[in-house]
């Protein structure tokens, strides 16, 4: 069975991710041969810095000339973890072109020219394989793309940052505010000196975009996620999600719409109820729920990140790449046909939890609960307290039936008008149910 | 792409998954085609029972004799749902010599002859995929044989029956006894009129066997596998567990030895930290935990049974298996070449929550250690207590740290013949540490 020329493998960039390839590739080369049936040999690493060390890596193979490395013609397959747009996204054209197929973990680029990058693939009867790029070592895509492709996923509801999920169970367990969570997560190193990408939701946006275009086998790009990081949580939210027996989570969420005919994508912070599997990830543990016509409710879970787990997603492509180059064939590429347009965020429906600062007198809540009627928003339950200062001001909360966006939007703008609300202290989403 | 003549299916059994499989066919064939590249045919459906009406299913594709159908020749996969040992067997194998690949949902079959269907399958070159026939839906196989194709898996920790969860979840949640509990599931649906396939552990033994076998790429047999069924499991065992803070499941368990040099796997009821991914497991839902040397701790949840979801799981082997039948392909085989030996009970390495029933008198519990270190069984924790009725008896609960099976079972063994020692209440393993 075992062929003896070794299928060559360029690896682009050498950084946390790309070193642990290297190092599985030398330490596990018989298991891999054995699973492949040919054997695995690293025939070029383009880094930046040729003059870091980097243990165990034959430094003859190092260069920084990545161009003429995926060019050079007898490349099996191309490991890209540089990630960023460029270079990343010419070398894997050029890749293609000239022989070799692909695997990335490059989210940024697969969430913006995903298309683009498989329509090259295909051209060339190439691979273009990604498993690492959502949710790190958690099998997802491979699921998705086939486990699941007899069946008809309708939603997918994730944890796909570790980073603000260490921060939101932080804030959870110990009371936590905002800044101070942070502020251990970086000390601890879950979050990057600029947290900007995680705690804003770009980079669960990217993976929303991924994973929303699998499940429904439609184009979706990063530019069609409706995203709202998660700086503006605060310890009284949570307080408030306590009382709904609920958890706050950011979340990733792609459904198809009710109709069947468009798709929404978004990342956001959400209640979410205790008893709902999601509730209970913690950590800087990634987490994703899909639900399907046949499959019902299925989660998968495990490490998001991290440059061991990110690399076993990397080498099981490497894996089935290498395996499909032997027998002439490619695996599934991209899967667009349904073609569903990508609706905005205000047609998406869920139910709302609302909190406002109202005057603490009669009449106000007959006033508030005729705003929500006049634009459609039924209301499930409402919460009035006065406050113990005496200021004259009392909270309001109110949860509200599934209503669309749109209608929720214009509520809360009617609201803000109102003399007797005084602010609008937050709206949460609430999801799961 | 789409070519038009449509690739052929023969559905042997249709009962409950069977006629979910025809159903979704029909309903979901312009996906399907899409999906594969090509339509899809129902091209026979073999029963038992052909007077038995079926919504759904053209009358002149159903036959009472599979053996003709899969001698066909025209039928490119052979879908088998019929389950047990024979027919099944025949059927798959005379399907692999007459050009069909096959999905079979078949556990009891692929736990004891899957190495001889593999074979099989590779001489013909034909596909043989099975991903039903672990946990329904919960997408494991192809996770297991291809995402962690590039990693190296050390354990598998498994809720693998719906059945046996929802007995156990309503113990604890509810303080009920075994046939309380056993009762309800059976007047749900949950279990059957004979429970024992479930309640013994002869179902989960089939399932270890099969991620063993795959996990370890080595062969595991169901004879290989240690069973010990979850009949005897108490209230008063839940109120230990609940004491240790714990919840007791039914788990199948493979473990590659810490030498690395062979495996074992087991089925058994265990005690599991409250704090574990496995312990939040509700109903009759399943999931498979997996420990990776590079991925870390992966978890996959869902529906463990079912028409629909076993069905889901079903169609998304058929769509693999009709691509990789357009491309000439066939997708990974049988990977046994790690050959590790699978080790007896005896050499498992665990920890263990033992209840005596001891004289309630000084010096019993320097007697009891005693045959503890006798036996290199090191204790962790001693409980030890006087009962209400003042009966001259005392509990004493004893956690170990982490012994062999064999060395366990001595200890007790020598603890039975203590005079001062009336009986052991009962012994738990404790996993997932």
Avoid: W
């Avoid at 495990?302 to 990110?310: F, N, V």
Wanted: glycine share 10%.
């Amino acid at each position: 069975m075992m062929r003896t020329r070794p299928l060559k493998v360029a690896l682009l960039g050498c950084g946390v991710v790309g070193s642990e390839v290297a190092r599985i590739m030398t330490t596990h080369a018989d298991d891999l041969a054995a699973r492949i049936g040919a054997p695995v040999e690293l025939a070029g690493v383009a880094v930046r810095r040729p003059d870091r060390v980097r243990d165990g890596i034959d430094p003859s193979l190092v260069t920084t000339d990545a161009t003429a490395l995926v060019k050079r013609g007898d490349i099996d397959v191309v490991v890209e973890v540089i990630g960023g747009i460029e270079p990343a996204r010419s070398l894997i054209t050029t890749a293609f072109e000239h022989g070799a197929s692909v695997v990335s973990a490059n989210k940024a680029l697969l969430a913006q020219d995903g298309a683009a990058l498989h329509a090259a693939a295909e051209e060339h009867d190439k691979d273009l394989y990604y498993e690492a790029a959502v949710a790190g070592a958690i099998p997802l895509i491979r699921p998705l793309r086939e486990s699941l492709a007899g069946d008809k996923v309708n939603r997918v509801l994730g944890i796909v940052n570790g980073t603000t999920n260490f921060i939101l169970d932080k804030m959870d367990s110990t009371g936590a505010g905002y800044q101070e969570a942070l502020d251990e997560a970086t000390a601890l190193g879950y979050a990057e000196a600029d947290p900007t990408a995680d705690v804003e939701g770009f980079d669960a946006a990217a993976k929303a975009a991924i994973l929303a275009g699998i499940a429904f086998h439609s184009r979706v790009r990063l530019d069609d996620v409706y995203r709202e990081g998660m700086t503006e949580v605060t310890a009284a939210d949570f307080a408030s999600a306590k009382n709904m027996g609920c958890t706050i989570k950011l979340l990733a969420i792609c459904e198809r719409a009710q109709d069947g005919g468009s798709v929404t994508a978004r990342v956001h912070p959400a209640m979410i109820p205790l008893s709902h599997p999601l509730a209970s990830v913690r950590g800087a543990y990634n987490a994703v729920f899909v639900e399907s016509d046949a499959s019902g409710q299925l989660m998968f879970y495990g490490p998001g990140a991290g440059g061991a787990p990110t690399a076993s997603a990397v080498l099981g492509d490497l894996v089935a790449v290498c395996r499909n180059r032997l027998s002439g064939a490619t695996g599934p590429g991209e899967s667009a046909y349904a073609a569903l347009p990508v609706s905005g965020m205000g047609d998406v429906v869920t139910r709302y939890h609302i909190s406002l600062d109202v005057a603490d007198k009669p009449g106000v809540l007959a006033q508030v609960a005729t705003v929500f009627a006049e634009h459609g928003v039924s209301i499930d339950t409402v919460r009035q307290q006065g406050r113990p200062e005496g200021d004259g001001e009392a909270s309001l909360v109110v949860v509200t039936h599934r209503a669309s966006d749109a209608s929720l939007s214009g509520t809360v703008e009617a609201l803000r008008k109102l003399d007797t609300v005084r602010g609008v202290a937050s709206i949460m989403r609430v999801e799961g149910e």
